[in-house]
């Protein structure tokens, strides 16, 4: 790195998986009880 940041290095998005699993999941291709979901820390 040439200078020091603030700036993120990394980044993720899990919107977009989540929406996907509940889509293919309401078609009944799958069953989503299983599937873990992330939460906020308290």
């Known amino acids: ?3 020091p ?3 993120p290095l990394a980044t ?3 919107g977009g998986e989540f ?3 509940k ?3 309401e078609a009944g291709a ?3 009880s299983p599937t873990p979901s ?3 820390p308290p």
């Open 30 to 32: 799958i069953d989503d």
């Open 19 to 21: 929406a996907m699993i």
């Open 5 to 7: 940041s603030d700036l």
């Open 38 to 40: 992330e939460r906020s």
């Open 23 to 25: 889509f293919v999941a």
């Open 1 to 3: 790195m040439r200078r």
């Open 12 to 14: 993720y998005q899990t």
